[in-house]
């Protein structure tokens, strides 16, 4: 069964703990909605920090991911951790990069 799939998630780049969650990738929007400026903002890219991978039993990655979901109009919100597929964070672009 797991012949096919990666030890580790394919961008895992050594310790960098600095991610970007895609909201929308984990709560996608399925029809038209009129937005409401006072709740959360589930769409958003946010900035996060990765603690670990955890591997599923199907094969997949989880990344438990603290980030923080702001309302729409501004508010600072809270701050969240859980875990999150591996195709919803990617790398942010002002991690640093491990030395070779």
Do not use: N
Not at 8 to 14: I, T, V, Y
Request: hydrophobic share 40%; no cysteine.
């Amino acid at each position: 069964m797991f012949d096919m799939v990666h030890p580790e998630p394919s961008w895992k780049r050594g310790d960098d703990r600095r991610v970007r969650p895609h909201l929308s990738r984990l709560y996608p929007v399925t029809a038209a909605v009129q937005p409401f400026r006072e709740a959360w903002d589930v769409q958003a890219v946010v900035p996060g920090e990765l603690s670990a991978w955890l591997r599923t039993t199907t094969g997949g990655w989880l990344a438990e991911v603290r980030f923080r979901v702001r309302r729409g109009d501004g508010f600072e919100g809270v701050l969240h951790t859980g875990w999150l597929p591996a195709d919803v964070v990617e790398p942010r672009e002002d991690a640093p990069s491990r030395p070779q």
